[in-house]
């Protein structure tokens, strides 16, 4: 008796084990009578790696798709080998599922690139529901009125026509949802910033790094924000902008620096602007600029980086480092309030957390990181786009907010994603709902996350509290922030009760003038301003010609629009250096108030 029992325990254990995470029995037919497929997941980065294994996983005939000659794409052809990890402020590492399969086959933050090329495509071909074709191009999004149904690729110069109950679009562009007519914008647009360009960055590979050097240099210098551990490096910040470009649209920072099985390192440092990512050409060009400049930097980094004395040039990668091109719209748009409130969400398929880090445009010397969550949920509404069915985008170009992705566009999120979307389509197609339907129906998630928790996906829920968020001036905050005039810093901190001085306050107001729509204006306050120039400067921006402090006061506090009974006593004395709080809620204010205005002239 108690060897049945141990064979039946046996035999449930494994069974299991198959359907949460092994691979399913072998599909001969998609589940759609009429197709080819019952998926087909265009890109072959790690998020679509991830959506194809999950969706051949969940027992769906699955069809990866990628242009290159292998895949990985950011993480192989484009060397990023240091892994931007999504984990809580304990340590905890919060994209588990298929990311951490990933993660502790290729020996953690650091990786070879080859060694993970290679386990990405024996993740996809170990698969019995998965075929994957490298080498192949789509050509145009197959659409039925408003529905996507399948893709027409280029195979060896012939075009032939592949249809599927679900598409996933795991460009990193989101090439298939804005060719099927999804409603997105680029980069900075949404917050009036079309043309911020953000840097992009050519990884190169360097032999004959002197590592014990290097560490001990990184781990005994002065600076707590460098450091080094067996495969890993971080700083030489001073030495990286202290390099003087040939090519004036180049930049160097500090050093992220990964090495390989071989010894050789890579290094993710190098900064290069006037490159339209949405043009192959114009990327062409950008890898080009940045291989003749390496021909300046290897001397000066040779000079310069202690342990680098001898180091030379091996290669540089084949695809640029972008960071952020399309941001499509879907049922729901990931905010900055959601990044950095640590919110969860009812329809969660991922949780994670990353700084908001911003990186420099030609324009600017350095980035800035508007702020650090603890953990936030990306919503299963965010895969769902607008306007076209039977599609979900993952990845970087995902519903964010342009400022959110500072965030959320870092791989381990993408990875999630790229799971949930296996599960949901499997839910969707053997349940016959479709993916918007999905967004309002509570059942439906509550089953998919059911799903994703037994697949080792990580989804409890949370609330975590931030405590500037108690602060009486974070109303103000909220709308500065969302329009990128406020940053916190990795440790969200705002200087809120901190007098203003005159560079912040010019900044500040003209950015919340040019944001509204309106033009500049010349401000003239003292170094330390009071109360009376600040107000005064308010006051005559919005038409008041009252010369007296206390019938300009009144001017603003009329119908309580600018100042409020709450900030009224803030500036009572005339004479006072106003804190950056009070000085934050006017402008916060002011940007609201001029923005309605320029709306209606608009309308």
């Given at each position: 008796?108690?060897k049945?029992?141990?064979?039946?325990?046996?035999?449930?254990?494994?069974?299991?084990?198959?359907?949460?995470s092994?691979?399913?029995?072998?599909?001969?037919?998609?589940?759609?009578?009429?197709?080819?497929?019952?998926?087909?997941?265009?890109?072959?980065?790690?998020?679509?790696?991830?959506?194809?294994?999950?969706?051949?996983?969940?027992?769906?005939?699955?069809?990866?798709v990628?242009?290159?000659?292998?895949?990985?794409?950011?993480?192989?052809?484009?060397?990023?080998?240091?892994?931007?990890?999504?984990?809580?402020?304990?340590?905890?590492?919060?994209t588990?599922?298929?990311?951490?399969?990933?993660?502790?086959?290729?020996?953690?933050?650091?990786?070879?690139?080859?060694?993970?090329?290679?386990?990405?495509?024996?993740?996809?071909?170990?698969?019995?529901?998965?075929?994957?074709?490298?080498?192949?191009?789509?050509?145009?999004?197959?659409?039925?009125?408003?529905?996507?149904?399948?893709?027409?690729?280029n195979?060896?110069?012939?075009?032939?026509?592949?249809?599927?109950?679900?598409?996933i679009?795991?460009?990193?562009?989101?090439?298939?949802?804005?060719?099927?007519?999804v409603?997105?914008?680029?980069?900075?647009?949404?917050?009036?910033?079309?043309?911020?360009?953000?840097?992009?960055t050519?990884?190169?590979?360097?032999?004959?790094?002197?590592?014990?050097?290097?560490?001990?240099?990184?781990?005994?210098?002065?600076?707590?924000?460098?450091?080094?551990?067996?495969?890993?490096?971080?700083?030489?910040?001073?030495?990286?902008?202290?390099?003087?470009?040939?090519?004036?649209?180049?930049?160097?920072r500090?050093?992220?620096?990964?090495?390989?099985?071989?010894?050789?390192?890579?290094?993710?440092?190098?900064?290069?602007?006037?490159v339209?990512?949405?043009?192959?050409?114009?990327?062409a060009?950008?890898?080009?600029?940045?291989?003749?400049?390496?021909?300046?930097?290897?001397?000066?980094?040779?000079?310069?980086?202690?342990?680098?004395?001898?180091?030379?040039?091996?290669?540089?990668?084949?695809q640029?480092?972008?960071?952020?091109?399309?941001?499509?719209?879907?049922?729901?748009?990931?905010?900055?309030?959601?990044?950095?409130?640590?919110?969860?969400?009812?329809?969660?398929?991922?949780?994670?957390?990353?700084?908001?880090?911003?990186?420099?445009?030609?324009?600017?010397?350095?980035?800035?990181?508007?702020?650090?969550?603890?953990?936030?949920?990306?919503?299963?509404?965010?895969?769902?786009?607008?306007?076209?069915?039977?599609?979900?985008?993952?990845?970087?170009?995902?519903?964010?907010?342009?400022?959110?992705?500072?965030?959320?566009?870092?791989?381990?999120?993408?990875?999630?994603?790229?799971?949930?979307?296996?599960?949901?389509?499997?839910?969707?197609?053997?349940?016959?709902?479709?993916?918007?339907?999905?967004?309002?129906?509570?059942?439906?998630?509550?089953?998919?996350?059911?799903?994703l928790?037994?697949?080792?996906?990580?989804?409890?829920?949370?609330?975590?509290?931030?405590?500037?968020?108690?602060?009486?001036?974070?109303?103000?905050?909220?709308?500065l922030?969302?329009?990128?005039?406020?940053?916190?810093?990795?440790?969200?901190?705002?200087?809120?009760?901190?007098?203003?001085?005159?560079?912040?306050?010019?900044?500040?107001?003209?950015?919340?003038?040019?944001?509204?729509?309106?033009?500049?204006?010349?401000?003239?306050?003292?170094?330390?301003?009071?109360?009376?120039?600040?107000?005064?400067?308010?006051?005559?921006?919005?038409?008041?010609?009252?010369?007296?402090?206390?019938?300009?006061?009144?001017?603003?506090?009329?119908?309580?629009?600018?100042?409020?009974?709450?900030?009224?006593?803030?500036?009572?004395?005339?004479?006072?250096?106003?804190?950056?709080?009070?000085?934050?809620?006017?402008?916060?204010?002011?940007?609201?108030?001029?923005?309605?205005?320029?709306?209606?002239?608009?309308?």
């Amino acid at each position: 008796m108690k060897k049945l029992i141990l064979i039946l325990l046996t035999m449930t254990l494994l069974l299991s084990g198959c359907n949460q995470s092994g691979p399913a029995n072998k599909v001969e037919e998609p589940l759609v009578k009429g197709t080819d497929y019952d998926v087909i997941v265009i890109g072959g980065d790690p998020e679509g790696v991830c959506a194809a294994v999950s969706s051949a996983r969940n027992g769906l005939k699955t069809l990866l798709v990628e242009d290159d000659d292998a895949l990985g794409g950011l993480m192989t052809l484009g060397m990023l080998n240091f892994i931007d990890i999504c984990e809580s402020r304990t340590g905890f590492i919060l994209t588990q599922g298929l990311f951490m399969e990933f993660y502790e086959a290729v020996g953690g933050t650091a990786f070879d690139v080859e060694q993970a090329k290679a386990f990405f495509e024996k993740w996809v071909m170990d698969e019995p529901n998965a075929s994957l074709k490298l080498n192949t191009e789509v050509v145009a999004p197959i659409m039925e009125d408003n529905k996507i149904v399948g893709v027409v690729l280029n195979e060896n110069g012939e075009e032939k026509s592949y249809y599927a109950g679900r598409i996933i679009d795991a460009t990193v562009d989101a090439d298939i949802a804005a060719a099927a007519g999804v409603p997105y914008t680029i980069a900075g647009e949404d917050i009036g910033e079309k043309d911020r360009q953000m840097g992009v960055t050519l990884v190169f590979e360097l032999s004959g790094v002197d590592w014990p050097k290097v560490v001990d240099y990184l781990e005994n210098d002065d600076n707590a924000g460098t450091g080094a551990t067996d495969k890993t490096a971080w700083g030489y910040t001073r030495e990286g902008y202290g390099y003087v470009p040939q090519d004036k649209l180049m930049r160097m920072r500090g050093f992220n620096v990964a090495r390989q099985d071989n010894g050789n390192v890579l290094i993710n440092a190098l900064i290069v602007f006037g490159v339209d990512v949405l043009d192959e050409n114009s990327k062409a060009e950008g890898i080009a600029r940045a291989q003749k400049e390496l021909e300046y930097i290897i001397p000066y980094v040779r000079e310069h980086f202690i342990g680098f004395e001898n180091v030379e040039l091996v290669k540089t990668a084949s695809q640029l480092y972008v960071r952020e091109s399309r941001h499509i719209i879907g049922e729901y748009q990931l905010t900055i309030d959601d990044v950095l409130e640590n919110r969860d969400q009812w329809d969660k398929i991922a949780i994670g957390a990353y700084p908001v880090d911003v990186q420099p445009t030609a324009t600017q010397t350095y980035g800035t990181v508007i702020g650090s969550p603890d953990r936030y949920a990306i919503p299963f509404r965010c895969l769902v786009p607008l306007e076209v069915e039977n599609l979900l985008v993952v990845g970087r170009s995902a519903s964010y907010t342009s400022l959110a992705a500072g965030s959320a566009r870092v791989i381990p999120f993408g990875m999630a994603e790229g799971q949930a979307a296996g599960v949901a389509a499997a839910y969707s197609l053997k349940n016959e709902i479709s993916f918007r339907e999905m967004t309002k129906d509570k059942e439906a998630i509550a089953q998919v996350q059911k799903v994703l928790k037994a697949q080792d996906a990580y989804l409890e829920d949370f609330e975590v509290h931030e405590p500037f968020m108690d602060h009486w001036a974070y109303s103000g905050v909220k709308v500065l922030r969302s329009i990128g005039l406020l940053d916190g810093g990795y440790s969200n901190d705002y200087r809120l009760d901190e007098p203003i001085g005159k560079g912040r306050f010019i900044n500040l107001l003209n950015n919340c003038l040019k944001k509204a729509g309106m033009g500049t204006v010349n401000v003239y306050v003292s170094d330390t301003p009071t109360n009376q120039e600040i107000i005064g400067t308010v006051a005559k921006i919005v038409g008041c010609e009252a010369g007296d402090y206390q019938e300009q006061l009144a001017y603003l506090q009329n119908d309580q629009v600018l100042i409020t009974a709450e900030m009224a006593g803030y500036f009572a004395d005339k004479d006072k250096q106003p804190q950056v709080a009070e000085v934050v809620m006017l402008l916060a204010n002011l940007y609201q108030s001029m923005s309605y205005h320029y709306l209606e002239q608009e309308a």
